[in-house]
């Protein structure tokens, strides 16, 4: 063969593959931030929400991962390394995440995927309309403090005592609606520092101590399954009545949950990330708010705890575990 006409071959035979990959979309770079290790089953409902509407791993997106070890100090390293990895968008969960990338960047889109009062926490002025770089889901935990106590109260005969333990971010955002429900409801609230998973059972003993028999945990999106074991597990050894953020805190023994469904959460905040992908901007998406809660109660956990739930709030409850 002569060769020009090698040549020729050879470059003929180039034009179709270049030009088959100009025609592909191009891969994007989905930031996922969080302060702990990452929630598995929470990231599979977020993958497979992505996957309804056509992105699939590897093939059209990327997932960058920046998780933390549950140390609430380390949040803003986590989001300057972040947005420096390049990614077109980021997903993340909690208010304090959200914090430090605004710090970072009022460019990259920003979906909360979970995330107390956005508009008490200072991060959007307009609910309906955010603007700006923010748009996500709101779990209104501020809102429903008051609730919290109250099924405190009922499965406690005599409760006169709650310790809320949380990092101390956590609690600014919660302290002003949380100390007014206590107070409606004759409890004294006592907060107690709990910055990390390994603090737990140091936090919880001062709880007992302090003379609390109920509990509030907050600050779930900074423990991963195996801490938040832990912590169900010290609060056990300590005999105290602790509600949670999260419903597989109850999965796993803990006494009782009120909260969103958090997998549909996540599943939701995956039809946002595709609509900012496809050109929508992230201030005209509203943030959206949860219109049910989700009561779930361990009975066993119960009877090691020596408490009777009451039927009329066992009737309320939307998942019993025997």
Do not use: C
Not at 97 to 116: F, G, K, S, W, Y
Not at 143 to 159: C, R
Not at 209 to 237: C, L, N, W
Not at 282 to 311: H, R, S, W, Y
Request: glycine fraction near 10%; charge should be neutral; proline fraction near 6%.
């Amino acid at each position: 063969m002569r060769r020009r006409d090698f040549l020729g071959g050879a470059v003929g035979g180039a034009v179709w593959p270049l030009a088959a990959r100009a025609q592909q979309p191009p891969v994007r770079r989905i930031g996922h931030l969080r302060g702990a290790p990452p929630p598995e089953r929470e990231l599979q409902a977020f993958l497979r929400g992505l996957a309804e509407h056509g992105y699939v791993q590897g093939r059209n997106f990327v997932l960058v991962p920046q998780w933390g070890d549950g140390t609430v100090n380390r949040l803003q390293e986590l989001a300057v390394a972040m947005v420096n990895a390049g990614v077109d968008i980021i997903v993340t969960e909690g208010t304090l995440a959200v914090r430090a990338l605004r710090a970072v960047t009022a460019t990259v889109p920003i979906v909360m995927m979970r995330a107390a009062d956005p508009f008490v926490s200072g991060l959007i002025t307009n609910l309906s309309r955010p603007g700006g770089n923010i748009t996500g889901f709101s779990t209104l935990n501020v809102d429903f403090a008051s609730k919290t106590l109250e099924i405190l109260k009922g499965m406690v005969p005599g409760l006169t005592k709650v310790a809320t333990l949380a990092p101390r971010q956590v609690w600014d955002i919660f302290m002003a609606a949380e100390s007014k429900a206590a107070q409606s409801l004759g409890i004294e609230l006592v907060y107690i520092e709990m910055n990390g998973p390994e603090a737990a059972d140091t936090a919880l003993r001062s709880a007992a101590k302090a003379g609390a028999h109920g509990v509030v945990v907050r600050g779930t999106p900074f423990y991963s399954s195996m801490q938040r074991k832990a912590i169900i597990d010290s609060s056990a050894e300590h005999r105290l009545a602790v509600i949670y953020e999260a419903r597989d805190y109850i999965e796993q023994g803990g006494l009782v949950s009120y909260a969103t469904d958090v997998f549909e959460l996540y599943r939701m905040a995956a039809g946002y990330v595709v609509r900012i992908l496809a050109g929508t901007s992230p201030g005209d998406l509203p943030i959206q708010q949860p219109t049910k809660f989700e009561l779930a109660i361990n009975l066993k956990t119960a009877k090691t705890l020596g408490l009777e739930v009451p039927a009329a709030l066992l009737a309320t409850a939307d998942e019993v575990i025997e």
